[in-house]
């Protein structure tokens, strides 16, 4: 940490308290967060940290969304799709992008007009990105895309999308490509149904289909067909680390949580925390919080030195999802029935975490990933 990150954790903080966690109810209702959060946020100088700040960004790094993100765990929200729109979408047009794509397109994120999403997962194709269906075809001066995408996070909202597509499909993974899809200017592009989840209520996973999509061929991202598979393999560890972070900062707000209801809560005559039980089972998630929390920060100093690697990267999401899920589950049965209430933010944060071992990889590809770097 530094001055600087300690003076945007405090902006973060009180962004959040103010616009955030007001609004869980009414945003898990509708599905999905107010579309004007984008531009405020874009105000205050919270979207799209890592950018340059040629291209309308905050000209930090990796740890500048790290603790927008860890914050955003602590104050309880899972709705806002912010970790994809900045520490995912925005790095994939930085990285791969012409300069004229980085310019037409990054300070629209950086601003907030243009919230972003990337559609890899589809119907027949979640962690096996090898087996996607969706097709870009190359038509004189243009792609046409079709196909369809599932579990895309910011997917009813999204201007912009980038399409993880086949431009060649008996190219196998090397006639992969990344296109990316202005949603207001493509005929064809219809937005299905938001799905409802378990948990993260008010985050808007949707579903997305590209009937005869067309797109001009400088909407390719990087300009050279077949480079896409390269370039997910690339993006997935900071994906992945990603979710490490946010799993670390919830293992430890479900802590503070549960602390702060042991201390007050009474049972036969004494408060919870002065039973063994209490004790203990705290003393073991503190202990998991606080070893998730070293490995963590370690993994995020080594990605800002280009060093994190893939299997280290899938190290860090695996054991911090199964961590979260663990130490959540303990702190729901310290609340007793109010655990099991919805209007307890330890239920909500019980029902956002099962999915952490999901998306980003499932967990037991994370485990295939390390096994064969062994």
Not at 195 to 223: I, S, W, Y
């Amino acid at each position: 940490m530094t001055e600087d990150l300690d003076q945007l954790r405090e902006l973060s903080r009180t962004f959040m308290a103010k616009e955030m966690t007001p609004n869980q109810e009414r945003w898990a209702a509708q599905k999905h967060v107010d579309r004007d959060l984008w531009t405020k946020a874009g105000e205050v100088g919270l979207l799209c940290l890592s950018i340059p700040e040629e291209y309308g960004g905050g000209g930090g790094t990796f740890a500048h969304e790290a603790v927008v993100i860890e914050e955003q765990a602590r104050a309880g929200d899972s709705a806002w799709g912010n970790s994809v729109h900045s520490g995912i979408v925005a790095p994939y047009l930085l990285a791969y992008g012409t300069e004229e794509q980085k310019l037409r397109w990054l300070p629209k994120l950086a601003s907030g007009e243009y919230v972003g999403a990337i559609a890899m997962s589809e119907p027949g194709a979640g962690s096996d990105l090898q087996g996607i269906k969706t097709k870009a075809i190359r038509d004189g001066d243009s792609y046409v895309i079709n196909g369809s995408k599932t579990f895309i996070t910011n997917g009813s909202q999204a201007d912009l999308v980038i399409v993880v597509a086949k431009t060649d499909p008996a190219g196998g993974a090397a006639g992969t490509s990344l296109v990316v899809v202005e949603t207001a200017q493509a005929p064809g592009f219809r937005r299905g149904r938001v799905l409802d989840k378990v948990g993260m209520k008010g985050q808007d996973t949707a579903e997305l289909f590209f009937d005869d999509v067309r797109v001009p061929e400088a909407n390719l991202l990087g300009g050279a067909e077949g480079q896409g598979f390269v370039q997910l393999m690339n993006q997935l560890p900071q994906e992945r680390l990603i979710i490490a972070v946010a799993s670390v900062a919830g293992i430890e707000a479900a802590v503070a949580l549960t602390l702060d209801y042991v201390k007050d809560r009474t049972a036969f005559g004494r408060e919870l925390i002065k039973f063994q039980n209490t004790r203990f089972t705290l003393a073991e998630c503190a202990t998991e919080a606080a070893v998730t929390r070293s490995f963590v920060d370690d993994c995020i100093q080594r990605h800002l030195e280009g060093q994190l690697d893939v299997p280290t990267a899938a190290m860090a999401k695996w054991w911090s999802t199964e961590r979260l899920c663990r130490v959540v589950d303990e702190c729901v049965q310290m609340f007793g029935g109010y655990g099991y209430m919805t209007e307890y933010p330890i239920a909500r944060a019980w029902a956002d975490a099962r999915v952490q071992k999901i998306y980003g990889g499932t967990n037991e590809i994370m485990k295939e990933i390390i096994a064969r770097s062994l």
